[in-house]
Every structure is written in C-alpha cells, then in structure tokens.
T-cell receptor, first 113, second 118 residues
C-alpha cells in the first residue's frame, strides 16, 4: 500500500544552521506530495506542496523538490530560526476515486538560539 | 472566511462513557477527514467523506468508532464505551475539491479535540 517514511526526530539545530528532513514514499499511482507543519499549540497547516515530478514547492524559506526517480521529497532550509521549531509532516495524496492522504510519522525540530 | 472548527476543544470522560466530537468544515469543501494523533506521534487516518459517496472507513480502529456527515457540512465522530487508549487529539480536516482550483487536494485542519479518558 501507499506509505510515507520520514527521518526520525527530534532534530536539534542551532539558529542559522542548514536543515534537511528526509522523506521517501511509495505509491501505486502518481501522487501529489506535501509538507505540513504543526507549531507548538497550533493545528497542522500546509507548508508547501508539489504535484508533479521535478516540481519544487517553496514557502517561508523552505523548499522541497519532487524526485520521482528516487521517490523522495526532502525538506530543506538554508538558515533555520528559533521560530521554525515545530513538527514537520511529509504526506502524499493520490486520486483513487478520492484523495486519501497518507502522512508520515512527523519529525520534531528544535532550533536553539 | 472561517476555517475548520471543532468542538469541544477539550473533553475529559470516564472509561466506558460515549463521546461525540464535532467538526464544522470550511463552507463549500466537499471532502472531510478525521485523524487521531496520540501524544508525540503522527496522524492516524480514521475516516474520509467525499460528497455523496460512501465514506472510506478503513481507518476506524474498532466498531466502537463511527462517524456521520450531513451532506457537505458538519460531521460528528462518535466513540462508544471509551477506553483509556482512546485518549488522543482528534483532528478534522476538509478539502475543497475540484472547485478549489490549485488547492483542490490541500487539506485544511481544525484545531483538534483533545480527548482524555480517565
């Protein structure tokens, strides 16, 4: 079945460090890929998405590129801030008569000042 | 416009009692999802409604769990005879569908209901 695997956390970085959170997927169809973020005490919100191969999603300095050949959608940011501390979820959605979305387990990021 | 709302925000109940959780999706959104998030863990899919189609109930963990949706509006998730392992945050999300343009497959989440079973 369809699945999403992302790197386990927590990830702890100093401010201005480079961030990579790995995400790989398996899907029977051609999925759309997403990163959602959950800030402390808040609900999940979409961070970025990509709907076809080689698309790059970007938002708030974060980027992720849809790599069909490696079935990956790694999240990157060049310089993290304390305010980026949150839980990040990779997800996929495939149209199989409906859009059921599969989420990864989440990666908690702590950024120290 | 208003986002997805859920009520109550917190619910404490005793083991064995029934609880009902409510979700009001964004107006016009055709799809609605329920998830469970246990403390420190990821999202566990429970059930998915799409328009007038039969719901996808494949994620419901037991027959104590059920959900209904009235048309394309409010949904209720009912847990009967609650157990301590049901303690979690229950999240609802809605999705606009094809009328949502580029956001057609994006989910919009509510703040969740934190359920504690004593």
């Amino acid at each position: 079945g369809d699945s999403v695997t992302q790197m386990e956390g927590p990830v702890t970085l100093s401010e201005e460090a480079f961030l990579t959170i790995n995400c790989t997927y398996t899907a029977t169809g051609y999925p759309s890929l997403f990163w959602y973020v959950q800030y402390p005490g808040e609900g999940l919100q979409l961070l970025l998405k990509a709907t076809k191969a080689d698309d790059k999603g970007s938002n708030k300095g974060f980027e992720a590129t849809y790599r069909k050949e490696t079935t990956s959608f790694h999240l990157e940011k060049g310089s993290v801030q304390v305010s980026d501390s949150a839980v990040y979820f990779c997800a996929l959605s495939v149209n199989t008569g409906g859009f059921k979305t599969i989420f990864g387990a989440g990666t908690r990021l702590f950024v120290k000042a | 416009g208003a986002g997805v709302s859920q009520s109550p925000s917190n619910k404490v109940t005793e083991k064995g009692k029934d609880v009902e959780l409510r979700c009001d999706p964004i107006s016009g959104h055709t799809a609605l999802y329920w998830y469970r998030q246990r403390l420190g863990q990821g999202l566990e899919f429970l059930i998915y409604f799409q328009g007038n189609s039969a719901p996808d109930k494949s994620g419901l963990p037991s027959d104590r769990f059920s959900a209904e949706r009235t048309g394309e509006s409010v949904s209720t998730l009912t847990i009967q005879r609650t157990q301590q392992e049901d303690s979690a945050v229950y999240l609802c999300a809605s999705r606009p569908g094809l009328a949502g343009g580029s956001s057609y497959n994006e989910q919009f989440f509510g703040p969740g209901t934190r359920l504690t079973v004593l």
